[in-house]
């Protein structure tokens, strides 16, 4: 059964810094791609970025709002993904999810796991 | 960036009734293999988001053949034939055609 387990949520100052974790289980990590996902309490669905998978060189790309302080980055000997923030915002409070995607021309981003929030206060 | 815009905003539907969701894309999202880089997804309260139909008309595994996805190029559409109970929630449009991945705003379906 494939599973997705963010965790590493929490309470963090402004500008401060968190690392999130994507615990991978079911399927061949190393293959897919990961996407990380944010919802505002009661908004709607942000993309946050995405790492490839090895096969193609673990390319990354972000969302434009967290661009240049957020940093995506995976190990596939642990089944993991994580997300660095740093220099957060009060409005990048938010529950993050993140979700797979086989990286072939007939898949999409199927499997989410289960979100961890992040609160960041002012 | 590829915005997505979903119609309506809030859906109520009454059980057994059909129901049908809207999304239109500021560019194609016609690849040129031919599949359509457009995926619908259902979130429950308080749970992820899972994946009905993806590649625009493509049930997903495990999807009740009451979904169906139809639409190309710019504008889709995700119905529903009959609704049931337990497809009350919020919907979601997505492209993955280029980065950034882009989302609808969301339809909410309630029962009445």
């Known amino acids: 059964e494939v599973q997705l387990v963010a965790s590493g949520g929490g309470l963090v100052p402004s500008g401060g810094s968190l690392q999130l974790s994507c615990a991978a289980s079911g399927f061949t990590f190393s293959g897919p791609a990961v996407h990380w996902v944010r919802q505002a309490a009661g908004k709607g669905l942000e993309w946050v970025g995405r790492?490839?998978?090895?096969?193609?060189?673990?390319?990354?790309a972000y969302g434009a709002s967290v661009q240049g302080r957020f940093t995506i980055s995976r190990d596939d000997s642990k089944n993991t993904a994580y997300l660095q923030m740093n220099s957060l915002k009060t409005e990048d409070t938010a529950v993050y999810y993140c979700?797979?995607?086989?990286?072939?021309?007939?898949?999409?981003?199927?499997?989410w796991g289960l979100g961890t929030l992040v609160t960041v206060s002012s | 960036d590829i915005v997505m815009t979903q119609s309506p905003l809030s859906l109520p539907v009454t059980p057994g009734e059909p129901a049908s969701i809207s999304c239109t894309s500021s560019?194609?999202?016609?690849?040129?293999?031919?599949?359509?880089?457009l995926g619908w997804y259902l979130q429950k309260p308080g749970q992820s988001p899972q994946l009905l139909i993806y590649?625009?008309?493509n049930r997903a595994s495990g999807v009740p053949d009451r979904f169906s996805g139809s639409g190309s190029g710019t504008d889709f559409t995700l119905k529903i034939s009959r609704v049931e109970a337990e497809d009350a929630g919020v919907y979601y449009c997505m492209q993955d055609l280029q980065a950034p991945v882009t989302f609808g705003g969301g339809t909410k379906v309630e029962i009445k």
């Open positions: 979700a797979r995607r086989i990286e072939d021309s007939e898949s999409f981003i199927d499997y």
């Open positions: 590649l625009g008309s």
């Open positions: 560019q194609s999202l016609l690849r040129s293999n031919g599949h359509n880089s």
């Open positions: 790492i490839r998978g090895k096969a193609k060189g673990y390319a990354t």
